[in-house]
Structure formats: structure tokens, C-alpha cells
Antibody
Framework: EVQLLESGGGLVQPGGSLRLSCVAS????????MSWVRQAPGKGLEWVSV????????YYADSVKGRFTISRDNSKNTLYLQMSSLRAEDTAVYYC?????????WGQGTLVTVSS | DVVMTQSPLSLPVTLGQPASISCRSS???????????LNWFQQRPGQSPRRLIY???NRDSGVPDRFSGSGSGTDFTLKISRVEAEDVGIYYC?????????FGQGTKVEIK
């Protein structure tokens, strides 16, 4: 059974940093691109970033480019999202998701709240 | 970015009746490999999204056959043949053909 378990969310002040993690199980992690997708409270879904299978290829939404860094450790079946210079508008539930063009499985999400 | 426009945004439906959601993209979603990467997701209240349909019309494993997807190019439709209580939630279309992938605004399905 495919499982994706996010952690690392919490309350952070504007301008602060946070690192999210997503531990994957139930599939060959190194064979799949992995994405982060976020959902602001009461709002729709927004693709944030994606990383290729080896970690060499990364892409970011314009809204987070230069502030967020996606990475992966295939030996630990873990996906990361390093977030810095956080803004109030980054407040959202962050989902780890498997895939890119055919995104299929999602984690349960971790809530990031940016507020003073 | 490719804009995905769903309609309606709210869809009250009587149990056992059909429902239809439209999704239109601002550009063709046909990729250079010939595939059309248009997916549909269901998000039940308090849950993560779940994929129902991929590549326009392919139903995911475990998805009831009352759900079906159709369309081509820029116009796509998700149909529920007979709505059941467990279908309440928000439905999103999503394109993966063009970076960044983009989602529709969501259509809230509720029971009348």
C-alpha cells in the first residue's frame, strides 16, 4: 500500500524558515518524480514544486521560486521542502504527492501557518 | 500558466440523479507524446485529494464505475451517473501537460 507521511509543519513568523519532510513507503520511491502541492485555508490546490527521480531536476511555481528548495534522499525514501522567507500567503496545508503529469497518491498534509 | 476553468462551482444534486462538471483549459492539453494529461480529483470534507480519472477517461482502481471522464483538446467533462451520499465533496480537474501543472477552482457537489 502506497503511503506518504508528511511532517514538519507548524507556526512560524513572517520571514522565518521551516523544513517539511515526507516519508514514502509501499512503492519504489526512486522511480517516481515527487511533488509538493499546497492548499490555503478554504481555497483550491496550487502546485508548489516537483523533483525528478534522481533529484537533479527541480521546478518551482513562480510564487515560491528563490525561497523554497525541494530535495529528496532516495536512500531514506524521503522528500523535503525547505521553506525560507516565509510570508502570510504561504499559510496552507502542504501535501506531498507522487508523480508529476500523472500525480496520483497524496499524503494527509501538514499545516504551515505564517503569522506573528 | 494554463488556466483551468470549471463550471459550475456549486452543484446541488438529488440522490440517484446524474451530475456533470465541465472543465476548460486555456490551451490544448495534448502533449507532444500524443497523450492528454487531464486528471480529475475528489476531495471529501477533511480529507486529502484522491484521483478518480487520469488521462481524460481512465478510471483509477477502486473508483466506482458511475464516474466517467470524457473530452479532448480544451474541453473536458466529469460525469457521475447516479450521485450517492459518499460523493459529496469538491472535485478538481488538473492538467499535467504544461508546467506548472494547474488545477481548476473546484466544484462543490452537495446533496439537495
Amino acid at each position: 500500500e502506497v503511503q506518504l507521511l508528511e511532517s514538519g509543519g507548524g507556526l512560524v513568523q513572517p520571514g522565518g524558515s521551516l523544513r517539511l519532510s515526507c516519508v514514502a513507503s509501499g512503492f519504489t520511491f526512486s522511480s517516481y518524480a515527487m511533488s509538493w502541492v499546497r492548499q490555503a485555508p478554504g481555497k483550491g490546490l496550487e502546485w508548489v514544486s516537483v523533483v525528478g527521480t534522481s533529484g537533479a531536476s527541480t521546478y518551482y511555481a513562480d510564487s515560491v521560486k528563490g525561497r523554497f528548495t525541494i530535495s529528496r534522499d532516495n536512500s531514506k525514501n524521503t522528500l523535503y521542502l525547505q521553506m525560507s522567507s516565509l510570508r502570510a500567503e504561504d499559510t496552507a496545508v502542504y501535501y506531498c504527492a507522487r508523480g508529476l503529469v500523472l500525480i496520483d497518491y497524496w499524503g494527509q498534509g501538514t499545516l504551515v501557518t505564517v503569522s506573528s | 500558466d494554463v488556466v483551468m476553468t470549471q463550471s459550475p462551482l456549486s452543484l446541488p444534486v438529488t440522490l440517484g440523479q446524474p451530475a456533470s462538471i465541465s472543465c476548460r483549459s486555456s490551451q490544448s492539453l495534448v502533449y507532444s507524446d500524443g497523450n492528454t494529461y487531464l486528471n480529475w480529483f475528489q476531495q471529501r470534507p477533511g480529507q486529502s485529494p484522491r484521483r478518480l480519472i487520469y488521462k481524460v477517461s481512465n478510471r483509477d482502481s477502486g473508483v466506482p464505475d458511475r464516474f466517467s471522464g470524457s473530452g479532448s483538446g480544451t474541453d473536458f467533462t466529469l460525469k457521475i451517473s447516479r450521485v450517492e451520499a459518499e460523493d459529496v465533496g469538491i472535485y478538481y480537474c488538473m492538467q499535467g501537460t504544461h508546467w506548472p501543472g494547474t488545477f481548476g477552482q473546484g466544484t462543490k457537489v452537495e446533496i439537495k
